[in-house]
């Protein structure tokens, strides 16, 4: 490392890593944007509605990870960082505003809260760690990045449709894809992620309640379906098995958590520094959600018509997306592939062409049915026990 004073905002050594209230505070500004981004698909679901669902939802995703950095690498009870989480606050709620319309008129409303929020992030950090060069460089390095994807972000404002998607697009994965690879700079070179940015258990934990966001937000869907179903059998059946979805997703993601974290995995979960890796497959889970949180609004509106491929793909595609990100975080964590839910993906795969000839509300309940064999399967006495934790390079 180096001998310069560590600067003031900096987490010191030792301090608690649990999130405080501001950071679950913060969180709830994405119950409304997952809200909006899923009402928004369940609009548009076609493959170009799914593609600009999916370059919006990175876009939010790469403001809440930023944000978890910070709040992990920064100390989350000084003053000047709590102000700044909720201008970021303020900022991602400006975003979700826009999010309807982001291809439409208020694309330059879209981009403009996303400029604002890196450029107050970064006013506050590259300033505050001027004592100690070698932690200013990240700041540094990411906020130069900023400036290369803000080109594209940028020019996506000044056209529309196919060109709009392709240039915000390359936008977003090169601000997920730089992070990745520790924002190489000129002159500054990189970060190593698996090194001192991250202190583990906190990053965590902040992953572990986005994810129960997004489930708050499916269980929004299902609980104004059933708000708005005059007690109708069919959309009440839907709403219930919306729910269930939660529950069932909710069973799944915290059992193989629970299991990282029993004797003898927990104190080597505590040293775990994945890097971005968690947080990508965080992404996907959440993305799974999202698309089930669609479905489900769309089931309980239409639970006997004639189910459309669009809806097939993704009634049975967000369970899919969620068991994709679980096995991506387990391998990132044990190593190895969890082969009940690499196979709970290739059964809702091979029974996709089968599915149109049940009504959408049947399929949902065939979707709801594999995730719960899996489940299952998992939690028996002989699939149960606890797993072994590596550390990953990366």
Do not use: K
């Amino acid at each position: 490392m180096t001998s310069s004073p560590l600067p003031r905002i900096l987490r010191g050594r030792g301090e608690p890593e649990y999130p405080t209230f501001l950071e679950l505070f913060f969180d709830l500004v994405y119950i409304f944007m997952l809200s909006r981004l899923s009402v928004g698909l369940a609009e548009d679901l076609t493959l170009r509605g799914a593609a600009q669902t999916a370059v919006l939802l990175m876009a939010a995703w790469w403001v809440w990870v930023l944000t978890a950095w910070l709040t992990d690498l920064f100390n989350p009870r000084l003053s000047i960082i709590q102000a700044t989480v909720l201008a970021v606050m303020f900022g991602t709620l400006l975003m979700a505003i826009a999010v309807p319309h982001a291809f439409g008129d208020y694309g330059w409303l879209l981009v403009g809260a996303y400029f604002a929020i890196h450029l107050v992030r970064d006013a506050v950090l590259i300033p505050g760690t001027r004592v100690n060069r070698l932690i200013q460089a990240r700041s540094i390095r990411v906020f130069f990045w900023f400036g290369v994807t803000a080109v594209p972000w940028v020019a996506g404002v000044f056209v529309h449709g196919t060109a709009r998607l392709v240039l915000w697009a390359i936008a977003v994965v090169v601000d997920l894809g730089s992070a990745r690879i520790g924002w190489p700079t000129p002159r500054l070179g990189r970060t190593e992620l698996a090194s001192q940015i991250f202190t583990g258990s906190h990053l965590s934990e902040r992953h572990r309640e986005i994810f129960l966001i997004s489930l708050g937000e499916l269980i929004l869907s299902a609980g104004l379906g059933l708000a708005g179903s005059g007690f109708q059998a069919g959309r009440v059946a839907a709403s219930a098995v919306g729910f269930a979805s939660a529950v069932v997703l909710f069973q799944l993601y915290f059992h193989r958590v629970r299991q990282f974290l029993s004797p003898p995995a927990v104190t080597l979960v505590e040293r775990v520094r994945p890097g971005t890796s968690t947080s990508y497959s965080h992404l996907v889970m959440v993305a799974g959600v999202l698309v089930v949180s669609t479905s489900v609004s769309l089931v309980v509106d239409r639970p006997f018509d004639a189910a459309p491929a669009a809806w097939i793909a993704a009634i049975l595609g967000g369970p899919a997306l969620f068991l994709l990100g679980s096995l991506l975080f387990d391998a990132v964590l044990t190593g190895r592939v969890l082969w009940s839910r690499a196979l709970g993906i290739v059964v809702l795969c091979a029974i996709a062409p089968v599915m149109a000839l049940l009504p959408p509300l049947a399929i949902l309940i065939v979707a709801n049915l594999v995730l719960l064999l899996i489940l299952v399967w998992e939690t028996l006495p002989a699939h149960a026990r606890p797993a072994r934790v590596t550390v990953p390079t990366g």
